[in-house]
T-cell receptor
Framework: EAGVTQFPSHSVIEKGQTVTLRCDPISGHDNLYWYRRVMGKEIKFLLHFVKESKQDESGMPNNRFLAERTGGTYSTLKVQPAELEDSGVYFC???????????FGPGTRLTVT | QKEVEQDPGPLSVPEGAIVSLNCTYS??????FMWYRQYSRKGPELLMY????GNKEDGRFTAQVDKSSKYISLFIRDSQPSDSATYLC???????????FGTGTKLQVIP
């Protein structure tokens, strides 16, 4: 069974540009999570989807970040416009239900210059 | 103050040593406690999961939770070079939702 996949693995953009990160969860997993790790800090929760609905978006830092999960399958996280402090590794995780283990993808390393 | 405090290391031990990794936390509402292992350029992988206070053993790994002290530990017996990774403590208020992580401790096991 394929694990959680994320694309791209690494993205380098300039301040002010837009970037879209993609996450494909494990097939059949209704729950999808986004996390972020900035340099030297802990991994922090961003938001949680149940199918296509946002269950908890309390960790989203500001309105420059937009997450979508159309059709309840893959999800995208758009950063527009990107700022220097957005640099970090963005992880996606999925689980079958909210009491089940979250399986993490390898992450997308975002560098904003 | 961070919700979860974890010494970032790095921690370097010889093969076969017993490793002790620890975290403290401030929110007494945390109920579920986890340890993740993360290899370089990979995502975190769940290693151990415990609910409330007590011990849990799985092979060479033992997780301990002391809720009265807000302190959790992971012990690795007979450490192997393949155990070299970053170990992240984590906790949630309920189930696996909205995981709160420590910063991680980088472990190197020297052959």
């Amino acid at each position: 069974e394929a694990g959680v996949t994320q694309f791209p693995s690494h993205s380098v953009i300039e301040k002010g540009q837009t970037v879209t990160l993609r996450c494909d969860p494990i097939s059949g997993h209704d729950n999808l999570y986004w996390y972020r790790r900035v340099m030297g800090k802990e991994i922090k929760f961003l938001l949680h989807f149940v199918k296509e609905s946002k269950q908890d978006e309390s960790g989203m830092p500001n309105n420059r970040f937009l997450a979508e999960r159309t059709g309840g399958t893959y999800s995208t996280l758009k950063v527009q416009p990107a700022e220097l402090e957005d640099s970090g590794v963005y992880f996606c995780a999925s689980s079958q239900d909210w009491v089940s283990e979250q399986y993490f993808g390898p992450g997308t390393r975002l560098t904003v210059t | 103050q961070k919700e979860v405090e974890q010494d970032p290391g790095p921690l370097s031990v010889p093969e076969g040593a017993i490793v002790s990794l620890n975290c403290t936390y401030s929110n007494s509402a945390f109920q579920y406690f986890m340890w993740y292992r993360q290899y370089s350029r990979k995502g975190p992988e769940l290693l151990m999961y415990t609910y409330s206070s007590g011990n849990k053993e799985d092979g060479r790994f033992t997780a301990q939770v002391d809720k009265s002290s807000k302190y959790i530990s992971l012990f690795i017996r007979d450490s192997q070079p393949s155990d070299s990774a970053t170990y992240l403590c984590a906790m949630t208020l309920g189930g696996y939702q909205k995981v709160t992580f420590g910063t991680g401790t980088k472990l190197q096991v020297i052959p």
